[in-house]
């Protein structure tokens, strides 16, 4: 292909492809009327409302609210009814020695008891008086779990809320680098336009003119990338906020500076104070105390009492039996119960809990030791985002002023499409560095927030 069709060819190309982009719903023009508009907080709100990881957790409050009414019925009193009802069709023997059939008048060896019918009825209260902690015990136990598993759940709220922030930071990314992906190609198509024309003109070298076209070739792989990108990184922003995969979004919100952190003793003081994860840990040990507490109770008397109240009958002919048929009895009854030998399970159970207690301890200072590492490497990174973010901003008005000097000198023949060229990349380059900088310290940010422990969902709160 001649080199005026290509630069023709690639023209056109490029008011295509701005023209088409530029129509697309992931730019800033207007939303189609069935897009969604998002903003970070409804983002974070949808987030939460699909979270499946959320809702697992709030089940588990619900499973452990369940344990602490089961820990309590062991102190309250049990009522039972029983029955049993049955028919004889061969009525029951007793066997005789020859001597008493004899003396009864009875000729066989054997005599048949009791009726055709049988009915026995139970009612039974058992109630502890005394179990030595037993009770007291299961139910702190079932407390901390319920505790543990409200401060999982919040931590899970909080994961969530970063999870949706750092897909919906990589939209803004990806939508920003698609603009001046967009504008790179514009401005180099022009600058290929204008090449063409000089070489036409005589006033332009062939190897400028080709320098232009290669750049403009070059400059369209990173547009389809940009696009890609921006694809990619809805898919993933719907998928955290529960939306159908194909919805239209439209972002409301940039990405926009953050403010510098507070010092690593005041955020290490606040993560000690308000992390949910280590507050989960820490009702980890409280259960682990109160079980061993209670394998440690085993070991000691149980006191209870017991009153029952029992009907008995048996008859032939009627369908019901006859009121002198009827034998009623009543107890009342304190018992004991002493453990005296129970061939050492009661040691072993308590050794376990000593164990369990010391893994449980273990685990909270390991994770407070990570929490730690977490939060002052968050806040580093956060404060190297922000030492460069000033410097970014002036290099893209420098590159920008470099770029507007080029224009100026090609227009009046004091520069070439090269140094245009130059300057266009220059620009663009610094453009995409602001923007990954940004990013950079929204997403440290978040990190910092979600290592301290910070209620994500309360601070975006709508």
Request: aromatic fraction near 6%; proline fraction near 4%; charged fraction near 25%.
């Amino acid at each position: 292909m001649r080199i005026a069709e290509k630069i023709t060819f690639l023209t056109a190309a490029v008011i295509i492809s701005t023209s088409a982009v530029s129509s697309s719903p992931d730019t800033h023009s207007p939303a189609p009327a069935d897009s969604v508009e998002l903003s970070l907080s409804r983002a974070i709100g949808l987030g939460l409302a699909s979270s499946e990881q959320l809702r697992m957790a709030e089940e588990d409050i619900r499973k452990a609210e369940a344990g602490i009414t089961e820990a309590k019925s062991a102190a309250y009193p049990k009522l039972n009814i029983s029955g049993q009802y049955g028919r004889n069709i061969k009525k029951p023997v007793l066997f005789l020695p020859p001597e008493f059939g004899q003396a009864f008048g009875v000729s066989s060896s054997y005599v048949e008891i009791g009726e055709d019918n049988d009915f026995m009825g139970q009612a039974m209260l058992e109630m502890p008086l005394w179990t030595v902690g037993r009770v007291g015990a299961a139910i702190s136990i079932a407390r901390s779990y319920l505790k543990a598993y409200n401060d999982r759940e919040a931590a899970a709220r909080n994961y969530a809320c970063y999870t949706v922030r750092e897909a919906y930071y990589s939209a803004l990314l990806a939508r920003q680098n698609l603009e001046i992906a967009r504008r790179a190609l514009r401005a180099t198509g022009e600058s290929a336009r204008i090449a063409r024309a000089g070489y036409e003109e005589g006033t332009v070298s062939r190897f400028d003119l080709l320098r232009a076209e290669v750049e403009l070739s070059n400059r369209e792989a990173p547009l389809v990338q940009a696009e890609n990108e921006l694809a990619r990184s809805y898919i993933l922003l719907r998928r955290r906020c529960g939306l159908e995969p194909d919805t239209p979004l439209e972002l409301t919100d940039q990405l926009g500076p953050v403010e510098s952190p507070d010092g690593t003793d005041t955020l290490l003081a606040r993560m000690h104070h308000i992390n949910p994860e280590i507050e989960a840990l820490q009702s980890q040990v409280s259960m682990r105390k109160h079980n061993l507490d209670l394998q440690k109770a085993e070991r000691y008397p149980m006191f209870n009492f017991t009153a029952y109240y029992a009907l008995q009958s048996q008859w032939s002919n009627d369908f019901i039996p006859e009121d002198n048929a009827i034998a009623k009895n009543a107890a009342l009854q304190i018992g004991f119960q002493i453990p005296i030998f129970d061939g050492f399970e009661t040691k072993g159970k308590i050794r376990k809990a000593k164990a369990d207690l010391r893994m449980a301890e273990i685990e909270l200072d390991r994770n407070l030791r990570d929490k730690e590492l977490a939060v002052r490497s968050a806040r580093l990174a956060l404060i190297d985002a922000l030492s460069s973010l000033e410097g970014r901003r002036e290099a893209v008005k420098l590159a920008e002023e470099a770029h507007r000097i080029a224009l100026v000198k090609l227009k009046n023949g004091l520069a070439t499409p090269l140094e245009r060229l130059d300057a266009e990349l220059a620009m663009t380059t610094a453009r995409a560095q602001l923007a990954e900088v940004l990013y950079s310290c929204n997403i440290a940010l978040a990190q910092l927030e979600l290592a301290v422990g910070i209620d994500m969902a309360a601070e975006y709160k709508q």
